[in-house]
T-cell receptor, first 113, second 118 residues
Framework: DAGVTQSPTHLIKTRGQQVTLRCSPK?????VSWYQQALGQGPQFIFQYYEEEERQRGNFPDRFSGHQFPNYSSELNVNALLLGDSALYLC????????????FGNGTRLTVT | AQKITQTQPGMFVQEKEAVTLDCTYDTSDPSYGLFWYKQPSSGEMIFLIYQGSYDQQNATEGRYSLNFQKARKSANLVISASQLGDSAMYFC???????????????FGKGTLLTVNP
């Protein structure tokens, strides 16, 4: 039973560029959430997707956008990258409508130079 | 606003001993949920234990137990019989208010780095 998988593992981008991160949820899960974890900090909620729509959003600018596909996988897009976007990006999945704990992936380490 | 405070940046414990990791929280929501996650150096956040605000008893999961003191707004994690593999970052988290009871949106503390010495 595969857990949450994220790709790529590491990524280096230049300021001003755009990046796309990918996530496949755990089998049986249909809801995906994205978190940003800066170095030395706890994760911060970016947004959550269910039924291919953004349902909740944290305090992040519009440069952060996402998408969910019919197979429940998801993408996180960040435009006009800033140095401060350097972080570990975590994807988490859960089954909708149940108070289940989030299952997280190993994350994508993004470095912006 | 909701807030999670973990005051111990780092903790050391000898193998086979018990350790307590502190967590205090602040919320005006009468219904809330508290979580503990473990993050090894691999980056993955691993769910350990959950406590609901209306749960009558403290949560336990194997070697993990949660010392829930509602009046003090604290939810400390107790790890018994520490193992070398317990060395990791530990995060306390709370379900966000107005989330419809869902667990998608969590507020995390800054974490505590636990080191287990042989």
């Amino acid at each position: 039973d595969a857990g949450v998988t994220q790709s790529p593992t590491h990524l280096i981008k230049t300021r001003g560029q755009q990046v796309t991160l990918r996530c496949s949820p755990k089998s049986g899960h249909d809801t995906v959430s994205w978190y940003q974890q800066a170095l030395g900090q706890g994760p911060q909620f970016i947004f959550q997707y269910y039924e291919e729509e953004e349902r909740q959003r944290g305090n992040f600018p519009d440069r952060f956008s996402g998408h969910q596909f019919p197979n429940y996988s998801s993408e996180l897009n960040v435009n006009a990258l800033l140095l401060g976007d350097s972080a570990l990006y975590l994807c988490a999945s859960s089954p909708r409508g149940r108070r289940s704990p989030l299952h997280f992936g190993n994350g994508t380490r993004l470095t912006v130079t | 606003a909701q807030k999670i405070t973990q005051t111990q940046p780092g903790m050391f414990v000898q193998e086979k001993e018990a350790v307590t990791l502190d967590c205090t929280y602040d919320t005006s929501d009468p219904s809330y949920g508290l979580f503990w996650y473990k993050q090894p150096s691999s980056g993955e956040m691993i769910f350990l234990i959950y406590q609901g605000s209306y749960d009558q008893q403290n949560a336990t999961e194997g070697r993990y137990s949660l010392n829930f003191q509602k009046a003090r707004k604290s939810a400390n994690l107790v790890i018994s019989a520490s193992q070398l593999g317990d060395s990791a970052m530990y995060f306390c988290a709370m379900r966000a208010p107005n989330s419809g009871g869902s667990n998608y949106k969590l507020t995390f503390g800054k974490g505590t780095l636990l080191t287990v010495n042989p």
